[in-house]
Every structure is written in structure tokens, then in C-alpha cells.
């Protein structure tokens, strides 16, 4: 074999021993229960979903009853997650991350039509308490500006890990930048 192919088998090794101990670690953690309210900006009266892992091949998915376009869910959390926010199908869905914290949702439903179908459009308005969302935001955008741009494909790769790096020394010990990072 050559080198360049054992140090990539080395280092896929690694990544994965690396989530192998995140993962025992985060088993060891204790579940806690944090409220996140919302508000739709029509009268919708359904289902809503929420679905999200807090550890490998464990999904936990929640659903509640949207009355009067108001929705609460009582979820468990060790850590800051990614989650998806989502309606009955034939509809779109949000990805959004939620923190350690009480938070609230404001979002939008519209309709589309696709081949004759109506399809529910959600759209994630704003999120307080979810410093994740807020760093989730702003890396969003910095990386949708630097794809956006007519720069050669390794200026951009600078730019990107430049921007994950500065956001790792603002927020050392936050796991968003970690999601990030493997993804």
C-alpha cells in the first residue's frame, strides 16, 4: 500500500474511534428536559414532529398537536442538536438546532403546488434561547457568501476552514462546531 492510502486508513480509524468514545461519553451523561414553545403564523390545527438523535442509531421523534398555531414540546437533551422540524406529509421540513435551554420557535407555513400536489412549505422564522441555532446561523451564511463566490475551489476551502477555526476559539466547548466539522 501507499502511504497517502495508510494515512487516510488511518486516519477514517480514527474519526471513528473518536465518535465511538463521544458516544460512550455522551451514554454516561444524564438526560435533562427542556420546553420549547412555538408559534406558526397561521390558525394551523394538526400535528407537528420533532426528530433528532442524542446518540448514534437512537432517533427520538416527538409530536404534538398545533392549536391555534401554538406548539410545546418537552424534550430530553444532554447536549446541544440537530433536529428537524417537520409537518405531515406532503410537506417540507426545517433543520434546526436546539440547545440546552428553554426555547421558543416562530415559523411560517405556506403551500406549494408540485405535479398537482399541495405540499406545506415550513419555514423556521426565528429561535430564541438556542445559541447553537445562532452560531448554526451565522456559519450558514459565511459558507453560503464564500460558495456564492468566484473564488478557485482551494481559496474557498481556506475560507471555510478559517471560518470553522475562528468559530472553534469563540466557542471552544460547544458541540455544533464538531457536527460541523464531520459533516
Not at 481559496?155 to 466547548?173: I, N
Request: proline share 3%.
Amino acid at each position: 500500500m501507499n502511504r497517502s492510502l495508510n494515512i487516510k486508513l488511518l486516519s477514517g480509524c480514527l474519526v471513528c474511534l473518536i465518535f465511538q468514545l463521544i458516544s460512550f461519553g455522551v451514554l454516561a451523561q444524564d438526560v435533562k428536559k427542556f420546553d420549547i414553545s412555538g408559534r406558526l403564523n397561521t390558525n394551523y390545527n394538526g400535528q407537528i414532529y420533532l426528530k433528532y438523535h442524542i446518540i448514534p442509531d437512537s432517533p427520538l421523534s416527538y409530536q404534538t398537536t398545533v392549536v391555534n398555531g401554538n406548539f410545546y414540546f418537552k424534550v430530553d437533551l444532554v447536549e446541544s442538536v440537530a433536529a428537524v422540524l417537520s409537518l405531515p406529509s406532503p410537506s417540507t421540513s426545517e433543520y434546526m438546532y436546539l440547545d440546552t435551554a428553554a426555547m421558543i420557535v416562530n415559523a411560517n407555513i405556506d403551500s406549494f403546488m408540485t405535479d398537482g400536489t399541495s405540499i406545506s412549505s415550513l419555514k423556521i422564522v426565528s429561535i430564541q434561547g438556542s445559541e447553537g441555532q445562532r452560531i448554526y446561523t451565522a456559519l450558514m451564511a459565511r459558507w453560503k457568501s464564500i460558495f456564492e463566490s468566484r473564488l478557485s475551489e482551494k481559496v474557498r476551502s481556506d475560507y471555510l476552514f478559517g471560518t470553522l477555526d475562528s468559530l472553534v476559539k469563540l466557542y471552544p466547548d460547544h458541540n455544533i462546531l464538531t457536527q460541523a466539522l464531520f459533516f
